[in-house]
């Protein structure tokens, strides 16, 4: 009994922090292998293949064609998450305020393209967006003239292949940032005689904003690598960074220029979600600062 008793002190007694350490050194080590190694290997690249260089880079910063391929990168990255936050977060309120029953049919819609491949819905969109297809000729109704739309091999096209992708993305963090939420804030609210467009803009908006900010994260940092949607509605004429790595490899077998392109991405990408999330986790709810 009283090895018993002294094992079970021994564990109690058993710092937590270590034993977190413990538990994800599987999970360490498997992110070592399958991220880190690989990722080292093409900074190791990047600097040639013989010798320490930094040709590529210099190469790299001297074309201005690479800096207008990360610009219209990051815009269009920019342009799909405005897209997923404008369709994306009535689909969330719908969801969030719907039946157990609604919700679950609504949610297997949302989650239809996670099972669907990616070049199936690529080509589909494709057929859509093509002159004369379905989209096409119903945006050229709307716009002057009458006559189909350009929507294919544009950025357009691009745009609209993306945020259809994304979307997901951006519905699930913010539906679960709005389910979440107490229901006696916005009773209160409704009892103080606050109209309900007065809840949502007073509640429900400000206590969602965590999930938008989350979602927008997964969505833009998604979009920046993304490679087979610009490629086959882009129709080549749409050149982001994911392409321009891709052809330096299998059309001028340039690996360390394709190496630098990724690490100047990777690098840039990095440092805006660090800045992303050093302003996300200033704000809070009663508007002080968290220092941190």
């Known amino acids: 009994m009283k090895r018993i008793a002294r094992d079970a002190a021994a564990v109690v007694r058993f710092p937590p922090l270590r034993a977190?350490?413990?538990?994800?050194?599987?999970?360490?080590?498997?992110?070592?292998?399958?991220?880190?190694?690989?990722?080292?290997?093409?900074a190791a690249v990047s600097f040639g293949e013989k010798g320490l260089s930094l040709?590529?880079?210099?190469?790299l910063l001297d074309q201005w064609s690479y800096s207008a391929i990360l610009l219209r990168t990051f815009r269009l990255s920019a342009l799909v998450?405005?897209?997923?936050?404008?369709?994306?977060y009535p689909i969330a309120y719908v969801l969030a305020f719907s039946s157990a029953r609604r919700r679950a049919l609504l949610s297997l819609l949302v989650l239809l393209p996670f099972w669907t491949s990616v070049l199936v819905r690529n080509y589909a969109w494709v057929y859509l967006l093509r002159k004369g297809g379905v989209l096409s000729v119903a945006a050229g109704v709307l716009l002057p003239g009458g006559k189909p739309a350009e929507l294919l091999y544009n950025e357009v096209g691009v745009v609209i292949g993306m945020t259809?992708?994304?979307?997901?993305?951006?519905?699930?963090?913010?539906f679960v940032a709005i389910h979440s939420q107490d229901r006696a804030l916005r009773e209160a609210a409704g009892s103080l005689g606050a109209s309900p467009s007065r809840v949502f803009w007073a509640v429900t908006l400000p206590l969602s904003l965590t999930g938008v900010y989350a979602g927008s994260l997964l969505v833009f940092t998604t979009a920046v690598g993304f490679f087979i949607t610009p490629a086959l509605l882009g129709g080549g004429r749409v050149?982001?960074?994911a392409?321009?790595?891709?052809?330096?490899?299998?059309?001028?077998?340039?690996?360390?220029?394709?190496?630098?392109?990724?690490?100047?991405?990777?690098?840039?990408?990095?440092?805006?979600?660090?800045?992303?999330?050093?302003v996300t986790a200033a704000r809070t709810f009663g508007g002080e600062r968290v220092v941190g």
Do not use: D, H
Request: hydrophobic fraction near 70%; aromatic fraction near 8%; charged fraction near 5%.
């Open 20 to 42: 977190g350490v413990l538990l994800l050194l599987p999970a360490l080590a498997l992110v070592g292998v399958l991220y880190l190694i690989p990722v080292g290997r093409l």
């Open 239 to 241: 050149l982001l960074a």
């Open 243 to 278: 392409t321009f790595i891709e052809q330096q490899i299998q059309e001028f077998v340039n690996w360390p220029l394709a190496a630098a392109a990724s690490m100047i991405l990777l690098v840039i990408v990095a440092a805006l979600v660090a800045a992303y999330r050093r």
């Open 164 to 174: 259809n992708t994304l979307l997901p993305f951006m519905v699930l963090p913010i």
């Open 81 to 88: 998450v405005a897209g997923c936050v404008i369709l994306g």
């Open 55 to 59: 040709a590529a880079y210099a190469a």
